[in-house]
């Protein structure tokens, strides 16, 4: 049942931070007591797939919900998080369970997640001294914790990705308003050999580079050499 499927919840932590209590109801949720609104779930909640509440459950603290399934929360730019902040998704990672704002009710959780920063290792992790809100680092008892971590190399790596890329991107524009793949896009060869020279000169800096691109492109499942030329004469490129 798809309703019942682990979901996946992405949290921009470089925006939240600008949010509610610097970010921790974003991240942890709040509890509305005292009042007609309802409580507001955090990411680490709406990642979690709860029981329905059945005999055999419903012995367990009946003030707490029963984890079924584990879905996943993407903390994007994860580093820009106060320290604070940090330190209370250590504890529940170690916990398996938030404290909310407002009433400081807990909550269990059972989620992954994935942490994902621009930053290079070595200036990610810094010294233990330099952490501090919006240093861009992170607690080494944080990273510690982190079973894998991976390095995805840069675009200018993988230039043979790139037209693949601009046609996902491009894909998920046309997607927009309709079901998940119902359009797919593609790039003739001499799209992509208009694409190679760009590179060669330069051009590609990053991932929403591309993105930009793709949402400037006409809306047709093919780009052509001549769409994209009118691009980059557009932008100067060639």
């Known amino acids: 049942n798809a309703a019942e499927r682990a979901p996946f919840v992405r949290l921009n932590c470089a925006s939240a931070v600008n949010e509610g209590h610097g970010g921790r109801i974003s991240l942890f949720g709040a ?4 009042n007609q609104l309802p409580d507001q779930p955090g990411v680490f909640e709406r ?34 998080l106060a320290p604070s902040l940090q330190a209370s998704i250590l504890n529940a990672l170690e916990e398996g369970e938030i404290r909310r704002e407002g009433d400081g009710s807990t909550v ?3 989620c992954h997640v994935i942490f994902a920063t ?13 952490v501090r809100a919006g240093s861009g680092k992170v607690r080494h ?3 510690d914790r982190i079973p894998n971590l991976f390095v995805v190399p840069s675009l200018a790596e993988r230039r043979d ?10 894909s998920a524009q046309l997607d927009t308003f309709e079901p998940k793949g119902s359009h797919t896009v593609s790039i003739t060869p001499a799209g992509k050999m208009l694409i190679d020279r ?12 591309l993105q930009s691109i793709a949402d400037v492109l006409p809306g047709e499942t093919q780009i052509t050499d001549g769409n994209l030329r009118t691009l980059f004469a557009r932008i100067k490129i060639l």
């Open 198 to 209: 760009a590179i060669r000169k330069g051009w590609i800096r990053g991932v929403r580079q």
């Open 161 to 170: 990705e790139i037209p693949t890329i601009i046609e996902e991107l491009a």
């Open 141 to 143: 008892d944080l990273v």
């Open 108 to 110: 269990r959780i059972g």
């Open 47 to 80: 990642a979690t797939h709860y029981a329905k509440r059945t005999k055999s459950n419903l012995a367990e603290d009946a003030q707490k919900p029963v984890v079924d399934k584990a879905g996943v929360v993407f903390l994007d730019e994860f580093a820009e």
């Open 118 to 130: 621009n930053q290079s290792p070595d200036v990610l992790l810094g010294e233990p001294a330099d």
């Open 31 to 34: 509890s509305r007591f005292g």
